[in-house]
């Protein structure tokens, strides 16, 4: 009984916690793609996170257009989600250097997911809905454009054809299969950390 009500408190917090990293990632994201703000979805993730983001940019500034303070709040995320998983699952706390450590991999882990996710939606509806206009896929347009770009300039499109999303997608699942064997080197444990 007492395993199963752990097993169900660290899923309500994992769901919390990764749902929260992700509009943190995707804020980060979308300003470094310069996206449209006043899209109604980056309204809404701009909303959710500012509270806690607000208070840390007083802090932690920005550098050369970097949102550091989005960084550092992913960062603590991922810690906190380590800490009280652990204390949780073993009644003991994990060196917060370790969390760290493993926290930026998971982080790295977490924006290649992301960007995989963002490359199927646009291969599927470049052929079920090429000229929707809808938010989500402008946003998701605007996301990867400057990703994209450079590799259309090595690969342009041909026959209708847009190569560059396939080789993206190819870059991407290679270096997340190298980020598999840093993570092994550094001892992450995938269960206090998310991303993986």
């Not at 060196?95 to 493993?102: A, F, G, M, S």
């Not at 870059?171 to 269960?191: D, E, H, Q, R, T």
């Amino acid at each position: 009984m007492a395993t199963s009500v752990i097993q169900a408190l660290v899923f309500i917090i994992e769901t919390i916690a990764s749902v929260f990293l992700l509009l943190v990632i995707l804020r980060f994201m979308l300003q470094m793609a310069r996206a449209d703000f006043y899209n109604p979805i980056s309204q809404a993730i701009v909303k959710i996170t500012s509270p806690v983001l607000k208070p840390l940019r007083v802090v932690i500034p920005g550098l050369f257009g970097i949102d550091i303070a989005s960084i550092v709040l992913a960062l603590l995320v991922q810690i906190a989600f380590g800490e009280i998983v652990s204390l949780i699952g073993t009644g003991n706390f994990i060196n917060p250097v370790y969390l760290l450590i493993w926290g930026a991999i998971g982080l790295i882990m977490y924006v290649a997911n992301i960007l995989i996710i963002a490359i199927l939606v646009l291969v599927i509806t470049s052929f079920v809905a090429p000229y929707s206009t809808h938010p989500a896929l402008t946003l998701v347009r605007q996301l990867m454009q400057p990703l994209l770009a450079p590799i259309q300039k090595v690969i342009p499109p041909a026959g209708g054809l847009d190569f560059s999303v396939m080789a993206l997608g190819m870059i991407i699942y290679v270096a997340k299969i190298l980020l598999g064997g840093v993570a092994v080197s550094a001892g992450v444990i995938p269960f206090y950390v998310i991303g993986f």
